[in-house]
């Protein structure tokens, strides 16, 4: 199996995930979206989340507000670092100023483009508690691109440890 299509649970350790909220709060004060990158490895069927990436990002104006932009001298650092630690990233998350959902530019411009890779969308600038349920969580898929999970199907997959 190509990517990661192969991978049936992904665990993130709530540091992990905490420290993706923290950044995207902080841009949020700012008004503007904030992303994060969740890197690991591949033990089988699962993908242990070891590492949050908080790449270096600029505030981009678009139509729809503020979007976080991140160039490509600071992705190949990053691809250079993954590379080094023998890691991978299987999941990026961002935030919105209000609605979680995966808009055109994020089907458009992911950080995480491998197949069976997760986009993880958080509303209200990440203000509140982390709730996985409250996130709109995308995988990409062969063939279909970014696809939204179910509640079921999110809880299946994402396990906070
Ligand atoms: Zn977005």
């Known amino acids: 199996m ?3 299509i192969g991978i049936n649970k992904v665990l ?35 993908f242990q989340i ?19 932009a991140v160039d ?10 993954l590379y080094e630690n023998k890691m991978s990233l299987m999941a990026q998350i961002h935030s919105h100023p209000s609605e979680a959902y995966h808009s055109q530019t994020d089907d458009a ?7 069976g890779g997760l986009s993880i969308v958080v509303p209200n600038f990440a203000r509140g508690q982390v709730d996985i349920n409250k996130c709109a969580v995308y995988r990409l898929l062969p063939e279909m691109g970014w696809v939204e999970l179910s509640e079921k ?3 299946g997959l994402i396990e906070l440890i």
């Open 72 to 81: 490509g001298d600071e992705l190949h650092k990053i691809n250079v670092w």
């Open 50 to 68: 070891e590492r949050t990436i908080i790449p270096k990002q600029e505030a981009m104006s678009l139509e729809e507000g503020w979007l976080y």
């Open 12 to 46: 993130i350790p709530h540091g992990c995930i905490e420290a993706a909220y923290e950044h995207m709060r902080k841009a949020g004060q700012r008004r503007v979206e904030g992303v994060a990158l969740f890197a690991g490895k591949e033990n089988g069927e699962v």
């Open 109 to 115: 411009y992911p950080i995480v483009a491998t197949v």
């Open 153 to 155: 199907e999110k809880n």
């Open 2 to 4: 190509e990517g990661y």
